[in-house]
C-alpha cells in the first residue's frame, strides 16, 4: 500500500529533512520482519523528544572538558562547570521570559517540579475545607501529587469538565474557583493537543485569589512562552520534551512565592548553616536544589534552546500547525469512517498531537504493526486516565509531531495504518 | 503481515473477534476482580463463581483490551470453566512459564516477580489453544498483555478463598 | 619546588598513568598564570568523579540509537530504551548483591533516596517520642531530611559522637539506640575518610528493634558492596560518584519494607490506576519513580559498573589504601608540623580522602594556589557542618583519590602545598 | 606567586594577618550578626554599636574565613568606624558594585540578587585601601569571600534599626 498519489508532498513552515540530518537517531534504519529497510519515522516527541548531536555535544563537551560538582569548587573546572550550570539557568530565564534566573529551579523531571509545588506550598497553605482545582485532561503528573496532599490535609479536589471535542468546559469555571486556593491546569493536552485558554485560566483564578500552576510540558517545546504574559505563579516543563537530555525539569515561580515556601527536599547545597540543632536554608533556587545538580544535562538543555532559538518558536509553531493540518486532512482521506481523531477540529487550536482510535483495532495492535513498518507512535492511556474515562477507552493511539518531522512522516504514518486496518479486517 | 503471523496467529484473532464468555456475573455469589496493565491502559475484569466443591462453575471476562490481553482471557475462560481452582492454578503456572522465557527483561514494577521462569512444566498439562500465544514472547513489551487475565484469575481465586 | 628526591614514584596495585588514558577530561593541560602548562592533576572525586569514554559512550549510544520515553513503548526503540534502563536496574543489583532488582530504585541522587526514607517510611512511622540516629560525620544529605521529619512530627534526634582521631564513638551506643526506630549512618565519612563499622552498627541497630540505612556515597565508588553481607534496611548512593553520570541515584531497600511503604513523589508511571476519587500504585519500583526517570543517565551507570567490575573492586580498593599510605607519608615528610591531616592515622582504616589544614593558611587560599598549579582540590565545610564544628575549623582543604590518580599526583599536590605554605609564610 | 598578585595584593595579606577590630562587643548596646558562606563554609560575626545620632561608635569582627574574607572584613571595619550609618551604607554599595562586575556569573543563591551592576559609584565616595581587592573579580568564586562581611554589615545595620 503506498501513499494515494505521488505528487510530492506539500512543504511545511521547516524542512523536515534537513533538520533531521542533525538528529543522529532519526538516520538509522529499521528492517521490518519483511525484510525491508525503512528509515525510523519518529512521531512519539510528546512522550520523549529526540535530540540534535549540538546538544549531545554540548553535554559530551562538558564531560570531556569542564566537569566537577558545581558551586563549591574554586578549581578553573569547576569554575567552567558551575558556570556552564548557573549559565543554563540564564538561558531558561530568558527563553521563558522568567524575570530573574533565580526563580528558575532545576529538578529532575516535571514530575518533581510539581510535587515541590504541592508539598511545599501545598503543606505549608492548604488545609481542611480548601480546594484544589484540576481539570479532566491532566496529565497525573498535575493529578496525583494533588491527590496525596488532599488526602493528607483534607483538601478537595475539584474538576472543570472536558467537553466531547476536547475542549475545557468553563461554563461552571466560577462556581468551581469559589473559595479555591490553587488552579493547577494543562497549557495544552498532552492527549488530544488541545490549547487551553492560559491567560483567561490564570486571570480567573486570580479574581478568586487562587494561585495558578501551568503544566506547560507540552507547549514550552513547541510554542513562544512568556511566564510574564501568562501571569502564571507557577510553570514546570521538562528537558527531555525539548531535545534537552533526560533526568532534568524545571519549575519557574515567583519569587515571593518561593521565597516564602518551607523546603522540599534537604541535604547539602540548600542550606545556610546545619548545627545538631536543626539547619536554615540558603536562598532561592539553592533552597530548592538538594543534592549534586544534574549538571551536564543542565549544560544540554541550555544547548536545546539555542537550537530551537535559532530556528525560532515561531517557525516551530507555525511548522506544526501546518503538519497537524496535513495530517488530519490526509488521515481522515486515507482512512474515512475507519478513523477517529479525538480533540478539536481545528488545527490551530491544537498542538502537533494526534490521538486516534482506529476501528475495531486496538491501540496496543495499531502501534505493533505500525512498528513493523518504522512508525513510532505509542498506544495508552498517556498517564491521563480520568480523561480516558470520559471517552470510554482503555487507550488511544497517539502520533505526535516535532521539527524533525515531515509530510513524508505523514504519508507513512498514513501507510501503515492502512495496512493495520487491513491486517485486522474481518 | 510478514512478521506478525507470530505474534497474531488466526486462533489468536480468532478469540479476539468473538471472545468466549464475554459478560458479568452476580456478586455474590460470583467475585468480581480488575486487573490493570498501567503500561497501555488495559483494564480487565473476571467474574468468577467457585462452588463449594472448589469447581469453578461459571466465569465471565469484562473490560477493554487489546488483541493479546483479549484473546489470552478469552481462551483462559474456556480452559478453566468446569475445572477446578487447583487445575486452573496449575494452568496458570505453566501458562505463565511459557510466558515468562523473557519476562525479566520487561520487568520493573515487579508484578511478575513471582513468576518462576525455571519451574519446571508439568508434562500433564495441556495448553491446547493457549500454546497459540507462545508467539508472544518474541515481543517482549506484549507479554503483560497475554499475561493479564491469568494475574487477575489468580487474585479473584485468592479473593474468593479469603471471602470463605 | 620539586619533590624531594627524583627516584621514581613508588607503584600502586593500578596503573594511573593508564588509566588516565580513558579519562579524556583528564588529558588536558592547564596554563599557570605563570605561563606554564601543566597537566590537571584531578583530586576532587569525592565530591564527584570523573568518567571514562566508556561511559559518555554508552549515554551517547543511547541518544544516538535507542532513545525513547520507557516502559508504555511498543516499537523497536522504545523496547531498547527500556532494556537498557531496565538492564542498570540488574546491573546496580547485582554489584551491590541486591537480592532482587526490583529492590533498586532510581533516584536524581544519593539525597533523593534519603529523603525518600525519611518522608516515605518516616512519615508513615515515626512520631512523636520517636528517635532516629545519626553521627556526628554525617553529610548534610543525611542530618536535613531527619531534621524536617523531626520538626514536622516531634522526633527527636540522637547523635553518636566523633572521637578526636575521627573514628565513631560507640561507648554509648546501646544507650543512644535504645527506643530508636532508625540509624542512618555513612559507611565512610567525606570529609575524614574514616570507615565505620558497618555490620557492628547495623546489628545493635537490629538488636534494638531499630532500622539501618547506609549513605554509602563514598563507599560504594571504591569498596566491595553486599547489603546482604551488611544486612542494611536501606542504602544510598550516587552515580556521579562512581564514574557514572551526574542526575542519578540509588536507593535500595528491603522489599517488604518498601512495599509497605506510601508513595513519596506522585505521577506518571507510579500508579495502577487514577479516578478522580483518588489512586493507587503500582508494585516497586515503579511505585518510587514517578514521571520520565533518568534514562540515558542509567545506561551511563551501568557502563561505569561495567568499568569498575573489569578492574575489581578490590583491586580498587587496594590502589586506594596504597595511595592513601603513599599520600600521608608524604605530606608529614615535606609539611611537617605545618601540616594536620583529619581523621584516623591507619590508612587502613578509611578510604581515599584527605582533609588538612595548612597552619595559618586557610583551606580556600591552598586551593586557589593548587589551581594555580593544575591540582584540584576542593576547600569547605563539605556538607558537614556538625563535624567541622566539632574539630572547631570552618573549613578543611580535601584532595581524595580515585583509580585514575598515582603516587604523580601525590608528588604534584605536596610540591603544591609546599609552595602554597611559602606563598603565606611571614 | 605569579599570577595571583592580582588576589593577594600585599595589603591584603597585610589585613588578614593582623586584622583591624578583631573581637566581640556587649550586646546590647551592639548589635551581633551572623554571616555565612555557605559555598565554603566561612562564617563571620558582625558586632556594630550605632550611637543614638547614627553614628557607628564601635565594630569588632569574629568568625573563620579565608584571606579574601577575612580582610575585607578587617578593612570594612576600618572604613565605617566613627562613619554614620548612611555613609556606610553608601561604602557598602560602592564597595559591592566593584565586585558585581562578574557576580552575575557566580549566583545560584540568589543572595546577591540585590547587587545592581549598572550602579553609577558615588565619585565622592573613596574606597582607599579597599580597591586592593579589585583584583578578586578576576576570581569570580572569590567574590562572595569578599562581599560577606559588606552583607553581613547591612544586615546588621537593618536589625539595629528593627530594634530601635
Ligand atoms: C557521604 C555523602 N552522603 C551524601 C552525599 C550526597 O550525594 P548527592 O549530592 O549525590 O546527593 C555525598 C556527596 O555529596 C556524600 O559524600
Ligand atoms: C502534560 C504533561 N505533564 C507532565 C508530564 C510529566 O513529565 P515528566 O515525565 O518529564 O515528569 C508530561 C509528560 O510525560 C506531560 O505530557
Known sequence: MTAADDSPSPKTALDGTAIRADFPILHQMQTGADGEERRVVFLDSAASSQRPQQVIDAMDEIYTHSYANVHRGVYQIAERATNAYEGARTKVASFINAPSANEVIFTKNATEAINLVAASWGRANLGPGDAVVLTMMEHHANIVPWQMLAAEKGVEIRWIPVTDDGQLDLSELDTLLDGAKMLAFTSMSNVLGTLTPVKELVAAAHRHGALALVDACQSVPHLPTDVVDMDADFVAFSAHKMMGPSGLGVLWGRMELLDAMPPFLGGGGMILNVTTEGFTTDAVPAKFEAGTPPIAEAAGLSAAIDYLENIGMDEVRRHEVELTAYAMRTLTERLGDDIRIFGPAEPAARGGVLSIELRDVHAHDVSQILDEKAVCIRPGHHCAKPLMRHYGVAATARASFYIYNDTDDVDALADALVAARDFFAL | ?164
Chains 1, 3 share one sequence.
Open chain 2, 1 to 164: 503481515m510478514a512478521g506478525l503471523e507470530d505474534l497474531y496467529r488466526e486462533i489468536i484473532l480468532d478469540h479476539y473477534r468473538s471472545p468466549r464468555n464475554k459478560g458479568e456475573l452476580e456478586t455474590p455469589p460470583a467475585t468480581r476482580t480488575e486487573g490493570f496493565n498501567p503500561l497501555c491502559g488495559d483494564e480487565i475484569v473476571v467474574y468468577v463463581d467457585v462452588d463449594d466443591d472448589g469447581i469453578v462453575q461459571d466465569i465471565k471476562i469484562g473490560g477493554q483490551g487489546c488483541s493479546i490481553s483479549q484473546s489470552s482471557a478469552s481462551m483462559m475462560s474456556a480452559a478453566v470453566k468446569g475445572k477446578s481452582v487447583e487445575e486452573a492454578r496449575k494452568l496458570t503456572t505453566a501458562f505463565k512459564s511459557l510466558m515468562s522465557i523473557h519476562e525479566a527483561n520487561v520487568g520493573g514494577d515487579g508484578s511478575e516477580a513471582e513468576a518462576d521462569p525455571d519451574a519446571e512444566l508439568d508434562p500433564s498439562i495441556k495448553l491446547g489453544d493457549l500454546e497459540a500465544l507462545q508467539g508472544v514472547v518474541k515481543f517482549p513489551t506484549r507479554i503483560k498483555c497475554a499475561t493479564l487475565s491469568w494475574n487477575t484469575l489468580s487474585q479473584a481465586f485468592d479473593e474468593a478463598a479469603a471471602a470463605n
